[in-house]
């Protein structure tokens, strides 16, 4: 089968990256991984999932 490269991008709202991952995903295979945010100061941020020429936005609060 095809591998899959799914990348994941933390911004905050000004566009600073404060994380990147990328990841090779095996045809039929599911995409999880556990993202460490201890060191982002509370507030919202951007969650860009990309794989290949897709690419999925999701808004996340941080408020612990």
């Given at each position: ?36 945010t201890a060191n982002l ?24």
């Amino acid at each position: 089968g095809e591998n899959t490269t799914y990348t994941a991008v933390i911004t905050d709202l000004t566009g600073k990256q404060w994380l990147t991952l990328s990841r090779n995903v095996s045809a039929g295979q599911y995409f999880r991984e556990d993202l460490e945010t201890a060191n982002l100061p509370n507030g919202m941020y951007l969650v860009y999932i990309k794989r290949g020429a897709e690419t999925t936005v999701h808004k996340v609060i941080k408020n612990n």
